[in-house]
């Protein structure tokens, strides 16, 4: 496959791209990697340690001359007690180190209907901040913001790369790089099969202005694998000027980015899609400009698809991790901002934010 073109900075500012593109092929990764519970993590050395089974003497047979014959059905009673106490104990084994299975929200909800009741349309889901299995998506920036908040959470965390490029900085988050592109759809699968349960995906993948199919065809290979495999969540970042918001960061900049900006729109309608016919909850995040600053803490999301303005990536990733965990925000398209930043359609001036 050819090379991707390289995303032109000063666009992406302007309206919130996020450009970072994977680089190379996936390698096969490993099988399924089970999930442990938090008081499992911190004990797991002493729950998988060998320990030996007491000792059981076996205690010689004797026979004892009485009155009255036993039944049949007591004598072979005791003759099996003796025959076990005889018997030597087996080996202790390696205890499973693997958190039980639990049902799907799916299942679970089914199970809890009356019957002959219909199933509702969008089943209920609980995510577990300590404990949830998360697919983060995207190269850098946002995604590593998301990454880095979500293991501080106590959150299993996978991240899809192209390439080994920032291998190190992810795993030094103690975070797992699953290695595939998600232009190719075996790849996709394959980093779905590595873990056990995918509880919720991110996504902030994203192409250049030259080759834009990471936008569209990336994300919705994402999509159709998350709703496939039976995710609770996903949290799709793409970028003001989608949709409704063509106005918002006026003519000139909509026509340059019109085509990053059409394959997004794609995705946005594939992932609402895909979570009507599985019930599958989404948040869609519209960041305006981003801007590589530490977080400001000012970051704010509306409903208002007239807004736009800039924001620092670190804040754009904190308010999709409350929005992850928040079913405020499901199915809801929000644009995020800098409070402080903020000019709409029709000039500066305020917005109304929408709270999680």
Not at 41 to 56: A, F, L
Request: hydrophobic share 40%; with cysteine.
């Amino acid at each position: 496959m050819a090379p991707r073109g390289r995303p032109n900075l000063s666009l992406c500012l302007s309206v919130g791209l996020s450009c970072s593109a994977f680089d190379a092929p996936r390698a096969r990764a490993p099988g399924p990697i089970p999930r442990r519970s938090g008081a499992q993590r911190s004990t797991i050395q002493t729950v998988c340690k060998r320990t030996d089974p007491p000792k059981h003497h076996a205690r010689p047979l004797t026979h004892t001359t009485t009155t009255k014959k036993p039944t049949d059905a007591a004598s072979s009673g005791r003759a099996a007690r003796a025959a076990a106490r005889a018997t030597p104990a087996a080996p202790a084994r390696l205890a499973l180190c693997r958190r039980p299975v639990r049902p799907s929200s799916s299942a679970a909800a089914a199970a809890a209907a009356p019957a002959g009741s219909s199933a509702p349309a969008a089943p209920s889901y609980e995510l577990d901040p300590d404990n949830a299995s998360i697919l983060v998506c995207g190269g850098g920036g946002v995604a590593l913001g998301v990454t880095r908040r979500l293991k501080d959470m106590g959150s299993w965390v996978w991240m899809l790369q192209r390439t080994d490029a920032r291998k190190k900085e992810i795993e030094a988050m103690m975070a797992i790089v699953a290695k595939g592109d998600a232009l190719v759809p075996s790849d996709v699968a394959r980093a779905f099969d590595q873990i056990e349960d995918v509880d919720a995906v991110v996504s902030s993948v994203g192409g250049s202005v030259a080759d834009p199919r990471a936008d569209g065809e990336g994300n919705i290979n994402l999509i159709a694998a998350a709703a496939k495999k039976g995710v609770k969540k996903f949290v799709l970042v793409t970028s003001v000027g989608c949709g409704d918001s063509a106005s918002a960061p006026g003519d000139k900049v909509y026509a340059a980015l019109a085509p990053v900006l059409k394959e997004k729109d794609r995705a946005e309608a594939a992932l609402r899609e895909a979570a009507a016919r599985h019930g599958m909850a989404f948040t869609i995040v519209r960041p305006g400009g981003l801007v590589s600053e530490p977080a400001t803490g000012r970051g704010a999301l509306t409903e208002d698809s007239g807004v736009c303005g800039s924001i620092a990536r670190d804040d754009v990733s904190q308010l999709v991790v409350k929005a992850l965990f928040s079913k405020k925000a499901d199915g809801k398209t929000l644009t995020a901002v800098d409070a402080e930043r903020v000019t709409t359609a029709h000039g500066s001036g305020g917005f109304a934010r929408f709270e999680l």
